[in-house]
């Protein structure tokens, strides 16, 4: 199939990622990963490189040309169960305001991990792909400002040569004074305008602007998938106008949503149906509530065909 061909995979955990192994052969150790459980151990070192970053905490309008962003260079050791231990040296590219116009610049920025060697082997991320790792739960804001690591399938990735962004977004929890300012649709506009950041900067950002691949679990799942399905929609032009975003375009070039929350209306039902034997700070919850909440997920599951 063409790059430019949207594809979405809604995986659940634990199944096989091997349906992305096409989009770049020599990061196929990542998926294989997948399936397996495991064990990461990270060490880092780090050394400063490249002074000519913008003064981005002072800044009341923020450069959208990602070249004008230092990076340090550090290394990170990843051990998983299934490729063994490798040792990566990256380049951390932190805290880029990815609009012109932030509402708050500590959750509308990101984080960009381009690996340099992968066991002393240099790396070209001329054609890498890049994983967005959507690091939202519970539909909260997220942020990733003046933070230094990198997930653990962002560890992944970056042993397989991919190049990571870990993108901040608002959440239903941002507020100031009585105001909310993460509402919906504040999430996915905000993640719609970090892969137009990307796109926008094709040529100088590195990895393969057109193999953006967004990952996440539960809500960062739902995020994903709704990331995917409305590539280019002009329902959220005027809000990405209002925040600056780049002039580019968002879709991308596919999924893994790991377990995603994208029925509100029948979540509290399908979690006490599945959850519901769980104990919480060592008792079980009200019985009666959860038991009628598995019970109205029974009949909403039974209804369909």
């Given at each position: 199939m063409a790059p430019s061909a949207l594809r979405i995979w809604a995986l659940?955990?634990?199944?096989?990622m091997a349906g992305m192994a096409h989009a770049a052969s020599s990061s196929s150790s990542l998926w294989d990963s997948y399936t397996t459980k495991n064990v990461v151990t990270v060490s880092t070192t780090s050394t400063a490189a490249d002074t000519s970053s913008q003064s981005s905490n002072?800044?009341?309008s923020y450069t959208l040309n990602f070249s004008d962003y230092s990076y340090t260079t550090n290394t990170i050791s990843v051990t998983s169960s299934a490729n063994g231990t490798k040792s990566v040296t990256y380049k951390l590219y932190q805290n880029i305001v990815y609009v012109a116009n932030p509402v708050d610049k500590t959750y509308q920025s990101m984080n960009v991990f381009v690996p340099v060697t992968i066991e002393g082997t240099s790396v070209s991320t001329t054609s890498s792909p890049i994983l967005l790792e959507i690091g939202v739960g519970g539909y909260m804001s997220?942020?990733?400002w003046g933070n230094t690591s990198v997930g653990t399938n962002g560890q992944l990735a970056l042993a397989a040569g991919f190049v990571v962004v870990a993108p901040g977004c608002r959440g239903r929890d941002n507020v100031s004074?009585?105001?909310y300012y993460g509402k919906a649709p504040a999430a996915i506009v905000d993640l719609k305008a970090a892969v137009r950041f990307i796109r926008y900067n094709s040529g100088l950002f590195p990895g393969n602007v057109d193999w953006i691949v967004s990952s996440g679990g539960s809500a960062g799942g739902a995020l994903s998938a709704l990331l995917g399905a409305s590539g280019n929609s002009t329902l959220y032009d005027s809000y990405l106008t209002d925040l600056g975003a780049a002039s580019a375009k968002d879709n991308i070039f596919a999924v893994a949503a790991y377990s995603p929350i994208t029925n509100l209306d029948h979540a509290d039902m399908c979690y006490e149906w599945e959850y519901g034997f769980v104990t919480y700070n060592g008792s079980e919850v009200n019985s009666t509530v959860s038991g009628a909440l598995q019970d109205e997920f029974?009949?909403?599951r039974t209804a369909w065909p």
């Open positions: 659940i955990a634990g199944l096989s002072t800044a009341s997220c942020s990733t004074g009585s105001t029974e009949d909403y």
